[in-house]
């Protein structure tokens, strides 16, 4: 489909027969700079620690993630994504440095910095001056709406995909100008591995299509065609992404907002908000929940959105290519993000404009450089009023960094925006709870309830309960979960409670029932197996251990229980196998030590019984 020529003069782009603008000597210090400065204004992350909305599924209780198992991280799922370069990043980070928060939110911020230098090339390579292009990378660098990107552990997928992103278009954009066959592999490659870090990275052959639009190459299918491998992989992994979101029930609406032609409303409305917060960055939130109700504010997004689409069709026909350019990059890295097909639990994200604000930047800067060189004696004050401004976001960014220092702080922040919404009640108590902050969790389970929260809330409350010895309103608590949705873990936690209050036979029935429902709740093997050894059945006991193990071979706790059942069932040679392996995984126990050099005893192996005596009393046990 070509374009139609008009007798309207073009609002001309630089040229593309200008001569390719050299190096300045201090591009290099000034970028520098800028990543400095980056750096300062994205530190205080480095003080934050996990938060429990997702960091803990994806990052710290995370089997994959404590294993570094290859083949189990690139052929699973965590909570219906697919990213498995991300998992693998989290996994080689944790077998070096433990499972240490900093050291994560360093390499975010690296990660970030990386993705500001490369957007900076980006500029330069589409001949933005060298000034206007730093501002250009400093406004992505230090936008408001970059923080949920770079702050948040789990949402590395967006500076991870974004450094083989942008990357990759740097050199397509090259490749445009000196064809090389090398350097198109290449391309391809950084496509492949980027897709491995977020499903976004579909986006790259359309926002390669931007890219040819703006060098003045004619849009027809031919374009396509010489990208049909770029089309066919993003298919392909597409297609995949939505079948993984699909098998976890994420794409399954509800009621109101989120079903029929409400959908076109948010996603007009989403369109609408991320234009307006480019310039103007407002209420930033975490979460952003469905409404109840669609607002006025909904409906009039729908024709805004239209004249806003009319009015960029208006300038292709007129031939304005830095505005069509700027907001087509802006629109196919975020038209699969507008939630017209839901998932998640918000229909808005600041971290969904991470790489789309690279177009709608570049508009403002393409004009800001035009308006400067056409009047010079104003050069001063417009650079110092970008200064400023820059300066402001940067104070945003600051602070707004601050919001994820842990879980009690960020949604204490939804809070502020969001206080008829059950999922940051929950969140935050949730956290409460785990710091043992009883009298801060219950009110904000008890209004999560009121404000009609499901089922988990209700295993939650009980949770609390169980951990203040109120059994019985904990017992209260999972039955109601267990009503409105029999999930294994509301079964098994509720044996615990009722084991607790001595009903052992009642007990042993929900564990059965929760292991009936789910065979891979590990959970329920450890508490069945207490029971069982409590009752002197170690067999039975030893079978649960075992079935534990299988799911979960890191604890040794379970691994020294299972070396107590093998002795009081007369087998001390796989007893010491159990022992041996718990104190490779812990040496630091006492009671590991002592426990297997009884059974070294038993053996008539005294030195090694001595040995190990030795090592528990050194430990702190005391040998009788």
Same mark, same amino acid.
Request: charged share 20%; with cysteine.
């Given at each position: 489909?070509?374009?139609?020529?008009?007798?309207?003069?073009?609002?001309?782009?630089?040229?593309?027969?200008?001569?390719?603008?050299?190096?300045?000597?201090?591009?290099?210090?000034?970028?520098?700079?800028?990543?400095?400065?980056? &750096?300062?204004?994205?530190?205080?992350?480095?003080? *934050?620690? /996990?938060?429990?909305?997702?960091?803990?599924?994806?990052?710290?209780?995370?089997?994959?993630?404590?294993?570094?198992?290859?083949?189990?991280? /690139?052929?699973?799922?965590?909570?219906?994504?697919?990213?498995?370069?991300?998992?693998?990043?989290?996994?080689?980070?944790?077998?070096?440095?433990?499972? *240490?928060?900093?050291?994560?939110?360093?390499?975010?911020?690296?990660?970030?910095?990386?993705?500001? &230098?490369?957007?900076?090339?980006?500029?330069?390579?589409?001949?933005?001056?060298?000034?206007?292009?730093?501002?250009?990378?400093?406004?992505?660098?230090?936008?408001?709406?970059?923080?949920?990107?770079?702050?948040?552990?789990?949402?590395?997928?967006?500076?991870?995909?974004?450094?083989?992103?942008?990357?990759?278009? +740097?050199?397509?954009?090259?490749?445009?100008?000196?064809?090389?066959?090398?350097?198109?592999?290449?391309?391809?490659?950084?496509?492949?591995?980027?897709?491995?870090?977020?499903?976004?990275?579909?986006?790259?052959?359309?926002?390669?299509?931007?890219?040819?639009?703006?060098?003045?190459?004619?849009?027809?299918?031919?374009?396509?065609?010489?990208?049909?491998?770029?089309?066919?992989?993003?298919?392909?992994?597409?297609?995949?992404?939505?079948?993984?979101?699909?098998?976890?029930?994420?794409?399954?609406?509800?009621?109101?907002?989120?079903?029929?032609?409400?959908?076109?409303?948010?996603?007009?409305?989403?369109?609408?908000?991320?234009?307006?917060?480019?310039? /103007?960055?407002?209420?930033?939130?975490?979460?952003?929940?469905?409404?109840?109700? +669609?607002?006025?504010?909904?409906? +009039?997004?729908?024709?805004?959105?239209?004249?806003?689409?009319?009015?960029?069709?208006?300038?292709?026909?007129?031939?304005?290519?830095?505005?069509?350019?700027?907001?087509?990059?802006?629109?196919?890295?975020?038209?699969?993000?507008?939630?017209?097909?839901?998932?998640?639990?918000?229909?808005?994200?600041?971290?969904?404009?991470?790489?789309?604000?690279?177009?709608?930047?570049?508009?403002?800067?393409?004009? +800001?450089?035009?308006?400067?060189?056409? #009047?010079?004696?104003?050069?001063?004050?417009?650079?110092?009023?970008?200064?400023?401004?820059?300066?402001?976001?940067?104070?945003?960014?600051?602070?707004?960094?601050?919001?994820?220092?842990?879980?009690?702080?960020?949604?204490?922040?939804?809070?502020?925006?969001?206080?008829?919404?059950?999922?940051?009640?929950?969140?935050?108590?949730?956290?409460?709870?785990?710091?043992?902050?009883?009298?801060?969790?219950?009110?904000?389970? #008890?209004?999560?309830?009121?404000?009609?929260?499901?089922?988990?809330?209700?295993?939650?409350?009980?949770?609390? /309960?169980?951990?203040?010895?109120?059994?019985?309103?904990?017992?209260?608590?999972?039955?109601?979960?267990?009503?409105?949705?029999?999930?294994?873990?509301?079964?098994?936690?509720?044996?615990?409670?009722?084991?607790?209050?001595?009903?052992?036979?009642?007990?042993?029935?929900?564990?059965?029932?929760?292991?009936?429902?789910?065979?891979?709740?590990?959970?329920?093997?450890?508490?069945?197996?207490?029971?069982?050894?409590?009752?002197?059945?170690?067999?039975?006991?030893?079978?649960?251990?075992?079935?534990?193990?299988?799911?979960?071979?890191? #604890?040794?706790?379970?691994?020294?229980?299972?070396?107590?059942?093998?002795?009081?069932?007369?087998?001390?040679?796989?007893?010491?196998?159990?022992?041996?392996?718990?104190?490779?995984? *812990?040496?630091?126990?006492?009671?590991?030590?002592?426990?297997?050099?009884?059974?070294?005893?038993?053996?008539?192996?005294?030195?090694?019984?001595?040995?190990?005596?030795?090592?528990?009393?050194?430990?702190?046990?005391?040998?009788?």
């Amino acid at each position: 489909m070509g374009q139609k020529k008009t007798k309207a003069k073009a609002i001309p782009a630089v040229s593309q027969k200008s001569p390719v603008i050299e190096k300045s000597k201090g591009e290099t210090l000034y970028l520098l700079i800028l990543l400095g400065f980056t &750096f300062l204004v994205f530190s205080p992350s480095l003080k *934050n620690e /996990f938060v429990n909305w997702d960091d803990d599924r994806n990052v710290y209780e995370n089997p994959l993630v404590q294993d570094l198992n290859l083949k189990a991280i /690139f052929t699973q799922t965590v909570i219906g994504t697919y990213n498995p370069l991300n998992i693998l990043s989290y996994a080689i980070e944790h077998r070096f440095f433990g499972m *240490n928060p900093k050291m994560m939110h360093l390499t975010n911020v690296l990660l970030h910095m990386l993705c500001v &230098f490369l957007v900076f090339k980006i500029f330069r390579a589409l001949k933005l001056e060298l000034t206007f292009a730093l501002l250009g990378a400093a406004l992505f660098a230090l936008h408001p709406l970059r923080v949920e990107s770079v702050t948040w552990i789990t949402e590395r997928k967006d500076v991870l995909y974004g450094s083989f992103f942008c990357a990759a278009l +740097l050199l397509y954009i090259r490749n445009l100008d000196d064809k090389k066959t090398s350097r198109t592999l290449w391309i391809f490659l950084l496509f492949l591995i980027g897709l491995f870090a977020k499903i976004q990275m579909v986006a790259l052959p359309l926002t390669m299509l931007v890219i040819d639009y703006y060098k003045e190459r004619p849009l027809r299918f031919n374009l396509v065609l010489e990208k049909w491998y770029f089309f066919a992989a993003a298919f392909i992994y597409g297609c995949l992404g939505i079948y993984f979101l699909h098998q976890q029930g994420a794409l399954d609406t509800n009621e109101g907002t989120q079903t029929g032609a409400s959908r076109i409303l948010i996603g007009s409305y989403s369109l609408i908000t991320y234009c307006i917060k480019w310039l /103007f960055p407002y209420m930033m939130s975490p979460l952003y929940p469905y409404p109840d109700k +669609l607002t006025i504010w909904h409906y +009039l997004s729908l024709p805004a959105a239209l004249l806003l689409l009319g009015a960029i069709y208006w300038a292709y026909r007129k031939n304005i290519k830095p505005l069509v350019f700027g907001f087509l990059f802006f629109f196919v890295n975020i038209v699969f993000l507008l939630q017209i097909l839901g998932a998640g639990q918000g229909y808005l994200a600041d971290r969904f404009t991470y790489i789309a604000y690279i177009g709608l930047f570049f508009i403002f800067i393409f004009y +800001l450089q035009q308006y400067s060189n056409k #009047n010079q004696g104003q050069s001063s004050a417009i650079l110092s009023c970008c200064g400023i401004y820059i300066l402001f976001l940067s104070y945003l960014t600051f602070n707004q960094t601050k919001i994820w220092k842990n879980s009690g702080t960020l949604w204490t922040h939804v809070l502020q925006y969001y206080k008829n919404t059950s999922l940051p009640y929950n969140n935050r108590a949730n956290y409460y709870r785990d710091n043992k902050l009883f009298d801060l969790a219950l009110p904000d389970y #008890n209004r999560a309830i009121e404000l009609k929260a499901g089922h988990s809330t209700y295993n939650s409350r009980a949770k609390l /309960f169980f951990n203040k010895n109120e059994d019985a309103k904990a017992i209260l608590d999972y039955d109601k979960a267990i009503s409105l949705q029999p999930m294994a873990e509301y079964y098994v936690n509720r044996g615990a409670a009722k084991a607790k209050l001595g009903r052992m036979d009642e007990a042993l029935a929900d564990f059965n029932k929760g292991l009936e429902i789910d065979k891979t709740w590990k959970v329920g093997y450890l508490n069945r197996s207490i029971i069982y050894n409590q009752s002197g059945q170690f067999d039975l006991a030893l079978k649960d251990i075992d079935s534990y193990l299988k799911l979960d071979p890191r #604890n040794p706790d379970l691994w020294y229980e299972g070396g107590r059942c093998l002795r009081a069932l007369n087998n001390p040679n796989k007893a010491v196998e159990y022992y041996s392996t718990a104190i490779r995984m *812990n040496p630091n126990v006492g009671l590991y030590y002592l426990e297997r050099g009884r059974t070294y005893e038993l053996l008539g192996n005294k030195a090694a019984s001595n040995q190990d005596l030795q090592q528990a009393s050194r430990l702190g046990e005391k040998i009788q």
